[in-house]
């Protein structure tokens, strides 16, 4: 009996630990900077929607612009088609002003105060960024990158003329590229033209690129008055580079993941549907009978969709309309969940390989093509040349007692002190000057 | 190889339709996709093999115009199979207008593309209409392996019909979650494959539906984002839009509904086509400055922008019955609508041969030649009494519940007892209708009288109030202008809209005795018109968050806000499943067993009452009483329904419409299966009453039991 129970426990532990083990492989993996950068793009996702949320639907429109006020405004406004066009303009204006400025919030927060600790959270909210970003944003991003290059459209101050559907079936691989290649505002689409799929990575790259480090130039003139390029030039490209890549198609996979599981769950909600509709159907039929367990089963999920459907009708259907606005539904959820947790298993791995990957090049290049001028070969050839001249090791070991305390605890030694100490020319009488009496403090 | 390879080829007389001949195949994939008929004028698969190839004889048809016709050469007509080398179509030798090529193995998916020749002898694109799919411009070759599992249904018992959009359906279930999100996803998937993953034809059923008429043809709308009334811009005559589905899930879909016992009915629109749609459309080809499809003598055209095929030319009638019998053998339907049938007529009225009329002659020759089972339900009003209407039709529209909404929502002003209807009126009525020997589907409501329609407007000038909206919305409106005099109270609004809608819906539906046709919003107490804004989508359960702040502003709490659409939903769905249990119809004569009468009308006490004769069994007979009036009939002030001869026996509730499940007032009402028992009138002074307790613009519907 005994030895059962020592081997039920010796199973128990040992299973324990293989669950443990599984469970940090396939669900805990991660680390710091996974964590990092999962919590960047968890930023750059919640950021943009609480603003909205916070800012456009509840203090614009509901309390600084109510409709009441709106309407006043409005009968105020002089009836010119010019203010007339300024009226409907300003809402899209704003909004798109509000998204730049949330966004550049959420991944200044994400990537540069927490991915690379570069400095304090509050430089995410200082006007001095926040308005050249959203500017250069506005016209490098959106007009020159999306409107012209992206979509095609010379002009980007005028309406894009409106495209007729295709006549040609899209094949699977377009499909493919477009789902596992591209991502756009947080989420993958199947229908992206090829050449968006393409030409996006690059306008988004030098789009980071270009604004964050042009911000900073426009801070540092701010601030201090000088025009100084040292941020556009010396801009960690590679890391923004690593950065995109991990965030984009890291949180791609992930979200993509995150959409099957829910496709998934509801394809099983539909078959339940179904079967709950037949056990509906023999409860209602044979009444009489005693109920059966999948019937039981039924009649425990129905009172548990009953109490959901009370909630619903007291407190819940508040939150419908916000919810259907953002379409915050489990879609959502799960997709998002997906594309965070994604980045927070690869970001270590990949970002790892890529860095890795960045030093060889760089040593590669440094091995072909580096020079070193006659300056940089006078400081080193004058460091190869010094000599040191280092004490052996086996005698610091041995010695290390006694040049302790010779530092802590010289009164100890000062009567018979070791040889070493004259060895290395230690001196106790200094430190003993140093120390002060105790029968004088202070 | 799956089929023979030697198909017969059509002949040269096409007077007689001789080509157009039932498959004698044995039965294989090629016998499924065609189910047995062979056009002659529609590019259409010959053969098919076990890899999923298909011999394909491509076929365009081009009117001849006098003055191009020397111009026609061998290179006039051409196609291009994929991507490879554009191929000339020959003239077929018996018929200068047809120019065919046949195809050899060619994968299914495959596209092709057509083009000819103009006067200027530059390549124009064409579209010609066709047997396989078409998206816009091209032709694709279908899937042709989809296996029929189940046998379309059949029915003993009068059938209810919900008129609604398959997008719509979709668009509102599990607050969209199976749905498109935009134009471009229903390339990868489409309408059809999406309900099929769903439980929503399951669910369809169970609430006491046996058929759904949807638009499916070729449209200009955008199914992801409708506006409905673009459903109604057609293009291709008759044709399942690429939207709804490739040919096999479409298929798959009736298929699904057949699983489910229900029946899908294709609404065809097809009085008119819009113009331009794609570049090659039909109404662009031209010849010497001269459109080839185009009746350029057409001067009605219901909606901007549409023009009328030339059923003028015999052989474009004979393409587009040809188009319409394929597609109807193809998916196997057993009903069709057609829609607007009297503007065919009404487009020739001015000619001296009326091709209108020609036309439909022929189609229905053509039906009942290739499918003789097939039921066409039409949409025609002006010219039902239009002898080729007559003969073409077989179930007519029949708005009756137009005058019962007329009268029930008439505007307290102009009514003498603003809180009652006259019944006397709804019981002339009646019997006017009950005299008619048409088959006939009844409705109070459909897309038309739901949002504005001119034609409607036009029709009944003097009734506003009874139309153009949705119904609880006409109700809405009635209840308020009530709520103005002082008579109603604004915490009542609700469930005086649900009380009638319910009653104008029931009494409707308890004089069909063939077919009962409803639109979601009744069920759903939808607000506003049909093409407000989200209202395409079906609303499958709950509240719309705009009429939960409507409902809320009057007064109520949320939980009961949901629960009144909750009961009114349910007390539908009893009310229809009592209909379909008890208006038995002879599957095999389709005659109707059931005969309604008007038993008895109150106009003091706003009460009338239905007798629903069944001889076979008489126990399947139904008394329904309305209460169209305020008064509420319990306790000692029961109201005493005299009961009529030959009824002697007693009578069980199956529907009390004061059933309230999450309220007190549940006690108030009959159980259902309560018996009642005859009894001697206190107040009538009758000696077989039954003592009814019923409320306010409420209804009982009782069954027959002998005693």
Same mark, same amino acid.
């Given at each position: 009996?005994? %030895? ?53 639907? %509840? ?48 991944? !200044? ?44 459209? *010379? ?48 306008? !988004? ?129 799960? +997709? ?31 091995? =072909? ?69 105790? +029968?004088?403090?202070? | ?98 120019? @065919? ?77 199976? =749905? ?52 109604? %811009?057609?293009?291709? $005559? ?119 009329? *020609? ?21 025609? $009003? ?79 000038? @003097? ?81 719309? !968050? ?9 007064? *109520? ?32 004569? !389709?005659?109707?067993?059931? @005969? ?108 027959? +039991?002998?005693?």
């Amino acid at each position: 009996m005994y %030895l059962d129970l020592g081997l039920g426990l010796e199973a128990y532990l040992f299973s324990n630990t293989v669950l443990n083990s599984m469970i940090d492989l396939s669900l805990f993996s991660i680390n710091s900077m996974g964590v990092r950068y999962g919590a960047s793009k968890l930023f750059q996702i919640l950021v943009p929607l609480l603003s909205y949320l916070l800012v456009r639907d %509840l203090l614009v429109e509901r309390i600084l612009f109510n409709p009441t006020i709106r309407h006043k405004l409005k009968q105020l406004l002089p009836k010119s088609e010019r203010w007339q066009a300024v009226w409907h303009n300003t809402p899209v204006v704003f909004e798109q002003t509000l998204g730049f400025v949330a966004w550049k919030i959420g991944c !200044d927060l994400g990537f540069f105060l927490i991915v690379t600790g570069l400095g304090p959270w509050q430089r995410a909210f200082t006007w001095s960024g926040l308005i050249p970003y959203a500017i250069i944003q506005y016209f490098v991003y959106f007009w020159l990158g999306r409107k012209i290059l992206i979509e095609g459209q *010379l002009n980007p101050f005028k309406p894009k003329p409106s495209a007729s559907p295709s006549a040609e079936r899209p094949t699977q691989w377009k499909r493919f590229l477009s789902k596992y290649l591209h991502e756009d505002l947080n989420s993958t689409s199947e229908d992206i033209p090829l050449r968006q799929v393409l030409l996006k990575p690059l306008v !988004d790259y030098a789009g980071l690129v270009l604004s964050w480090s042009l911000y900073t130039v426009g801070m540092f003139f701010v601030q201090s008055g000088e025009l100084n390029a040292a941020p556009v030039i010396h801009f960690a490209f590679f890391e923004m580079f690593t950065f995109y890549l991990v965030n984009t198609y890291g949180y791609i996979i992930g979200f993509n993941v995150g959409e099957w599981v829910h496709f998934r769950l509801s394809w099983l909600e539909e078959r339940y549907s179904a079967w709950a509709r037949q056990q509906a159907q023999a409860i209602a039929h044979h009444q009489n009978n005693a109920i059966t367990p999948s019937q039981q089963i039924y009649l425990w999920v129905e009172a548990w969709q009953d109490f959901w459907k009370e909630l619903r009708y007291r407190f819940l259907w508040q939150a419908a309309p916000i919810t259907k606005q953002y379409g915050l539904d489990r879609r959502w959820l799960l +997709s998002i969940i997906g594309g965070v947790y994604c980045v927070v298993l690869v970001a270590p791995s990949w970002s790892g390989n890529m860095m890795a990957l960045g030093s060889k090049v760089s040593r590669a290049w440094f091995s =072909a093509f580096g020079e070193i001028g006659q300056v940089q070969l006078a400081q080193v050839s004058e460091n190869m040349s010094q000599v040191a001249e280092l004490p052996d090791s086996n005698d610091v070991v041995v010695g290390f007692p006694a040049l302790w305390q010779a530092i802590y605890q010289p009164d100890a030694i000062a009567d018979n002190p070791p040889d070493i100490l004259q060895q290395y020319g230690v001196d106790l009488n200094p430190t003993l000057a140093r120390q002060p009496s105790p +029968s004088n403090p202070g | 190889m799956l089929v023979e390879p030697d198909l017969p080829r059509a002949k040269s007389s096409f007077a007689e339709y001789e080509k157009a001949t039932l498959s004698n195949y044995p039965a294989c994939s090629l016998e499924d996709w065609h189910s047995g008929y062979l056009p002659n004028y529609l590019t259409h698969i010959t053969q098919v093999f076990e890899d999923g190839k298909a011999d394909i004889c491509a076929i365009v048809y081009l009117p001849a115009v006098i003055e191009d016709t020397p111009q026609r050469s061998i290179e006039y007509v051409q196609v291009r199979l994929a991507r490879g080398q554009w191929q000339n179509l020959k003239p077929s030798p018996e018929d200068p207008e047809l120019w @065919t090529l046949e195809l050899k193995r060619v994968p299914e998916g495959s596209r092709l593309l057509f083009r000819y020749r103009n006067i200027g002898g530059q390549w124009r694109s064409i579209a010609p209409l066709n047997n396989g799919e078409s998206l816009y411009g091209a032709t694709y070759i279908p899937c042709l392996r989809y296996e029929w599992k189940y046998a379309s249904p059949t029915y003993d018992h009068a059938t209810v019909l919900m008129e609604t959009t398959l997008e719509g359906l979709l668009g509102g279930y599990k607050n969209g979650r199976f =749905a498109p999100r935009s134009l471009n996803e229903i390339y990868y998937r489409s309408i059809a494959a999406r309900i099929v993953d769903t439980d929503m034809l399951g669910q369809l059923s169970a609430q006491g539906i046996d058929e759904i008429m949807v638009p499916v043809c070729s449209s200009v709308a955008n199914r992801a984002t409708l506006n409905p009334k673009f459903n109604y %811009l057609t293009y291709n $005559f008759v044709d399942v839009d690429w939207q709804i589905g490739q040919a096999q899930e479409f298929k798959q879909l009736l298929d699904s509904c057949n699983q489910q016992g229900l029946r899908l009915i294709p609404d065809l629109i097809f009085a008119h086509q819009v113009k331009s749609p794609f570049e090659g459309s039909l109404d662009s080809v031209s010849g010497a400055d001269q459109q080839m499809f185009v009746d350029e003598g057409a001067f009605l055209f219901r909606d901007y922008g549409t023009w009328m095929l030339n059923l003028e030319q015999p052989n474009t009638r004979r393409m587009l019955i040809e188009k319409f019998v394929t597609f109807v053998m193809r998916y196997r339907l057993q009903v069709v609508r057609i829609d607007y049938v009297d503007g065919l007529i009404l487009q020739y009225s001015n000619r001296e041969t009326n091709y209108g009329e *020609l036309f439909i002659q022929e189609l229905r020759a053509e039906l009942k030649r290739a499918c003789p089972d097939v039921l066409a339900l039409g949409e025609t $009003f002006e010219m039902a009494g239009n002898e080729a209407v007559k003969a073409f039709i077989d179930s007519f529209y029949a708005p009756i519940g137009f005058s019962i909404l007329e009268e029930l929502y008439k505007p307290p002003t102009q009514s003498d007892h603003p809180l009652s209807a006259d019944v006397q009126v709804f019981a002339e009525h009646i019997k006017q209708v009950l005299t008619s020997d048409r088959d006939e589907a009844y409705y109070a409501q459909l897309h038309d009288e739901t949002w504005y329609c001119p034609h409607v407007a036009q029709g009944r000038p @003097t009734v506003p109030w009874a139309y153009g909206k949705q119904p609880a919305q006409l109700a809405k409106d009635h209840g308020e202008a009530l709520i103005q005099l002082g008579l109603l109270e604004p915490q009542q609004l609700l469930d005086y809209v649900r009380r009638m809608v319910r009653n104008a819906e029931a009494l409707t539906m308890f004089l069909a005795t063939k077919r009962y046709m409803f639109t979601p919003g009744v069920d759903a107490l939808s607000l506003g018109c049909l093409d407000d804004p989200e209202q395409w989508k079906v609303a499958w359960d709950g509240v719309s !968050d705009n009429a939960l702040r409507v409902w809320l502003d009057t007064g *109520l709490s949320s939980r009961d806000v949901f629960q009144f659409h909750e009961q009114h939903r349910q007390d539908m769905v009893n009310l229809r499943n009592i209909f379909r249990t008890y208006t038995k119809v002879n599957p095999a004569t !389709d005659q109707a067993l059931v @005969t309604p009468y008007v038993h008895h009308v109150n106009q003091d006490s706003a009460l009338l009452c239905l007798l629903r004769h069944c001889s076979d069994p008489l126990e399947a007979s139904l008394l329904v009483v309305f209460n169209f009036g305020p008064t509420v009939f319990e306790g000692d002030q029961c109201y005493e329904m005299p009961l009529p001869i030959g009824f002697a026996g007693d009578w069980t509730v199956l529907f009390d419409g004061d059933g309230m499940n999450h309220s007190p007032h549940e006690q108030q009402a009959y159980a259902p299966g309560t018996r009642l028992e005859k009894s001697m009138g206190v107040f009538s002074n009758q000696a077989n009453v039954l003592r009814l307790r019923i409320g306010a613009r409420s209804l009982l519907v009782l069954k027959y +039991s002998f005693e």
